[in-house]
């Protein structure tokens, strides 16, 4: 799962370096796909400050974040280095209060 | 290539043992499709887990010919 692809590397420190990382399609003022919009609209409702990192800009990128996870598609989570889901996951825990709640068992600030 | 419905649920059942999987076209364009998966093999599985097996089960499909694939998952007594 993990490997050592220079990829690999620059994920480890983004997702070491901010608490909370989503990999998209597009920025967030200007996500390209409906799934990263709806992780950055999530997000954006919660008010929660997170880093975006548009994988279109970078092939080698887009490709590694599918390895390092293990997961296919993208958008995907990360809170304080833990993989949390993709666009399906964080939508049910979002709607769930499961979000919510794991923000604040992280101390994440958010906006309840 | 898109997929079909019955190949989407024939793929996931064949590798995930007693899954109930109901498959839903939402657009009726043969491109955009969500299932809800329930297996007994999910129990004991976070969510992450148990979506990771049905992409398993999905041989590299998604992402590629399977475009979008809204997919809801749990085990039995957790539905």
Redesign the interface.
């Known amino acids: 799962m993990m490997n050592d692809s220079p990829a690999a590397a620059r994920i480890q420190q983004e997702i070491d370096d901010n608490a909370v990382v989503l990999f998209m399609k597009g920025s967030p003022m200007f996500p390209q796909c409906g799934?990263s919009a709806a992780v950055v609209g999530a997000l954006t409702n919660m008010q929660v400050k997170f880093k975006g990192i548009d994988v279109l800009t970078d092939p080698s990128l887009r490709d590694g974040i599918?390895q390092f996870s293990?997961?296919?598609?993208i958008p995907q989570l990360y809170i304080k280095g833990e993989?949390?889901?993709?666009?399906?996951?964080v939508r049910?825990m979002y709607e769930s209060g499961e979000l919510q709640k794991l923000f604040e068992s992280k101390g994440v600030e958010f906006a309840a | 290539m898109a997929m079909t419905a019955e190949d989407i649920e024939s793929m996931i059942k064949e590798a995930i043992p007693g899954a109930a999987v109901t498959i839903e076209d939402l657009r009726g364009d043969g491109d955009h499709y969500s299932a809800l998966v329930v297996s007994p093999a999910f129990k004991g599985k976070n969510r992450v887990q148990q979506h990771q097996m049905v992409y398993a089960a999905l041989k590299g499909k998604m992402g590629g010919d399977l475009h979008a694939l809204a997919l809801q998952t749990s085990a039995p007594d957790e539905a």
């Open positions: 799934f599918k293990n997961w296919p598609t993989f949390i889901g993709g666009c399906d996951i049910e």
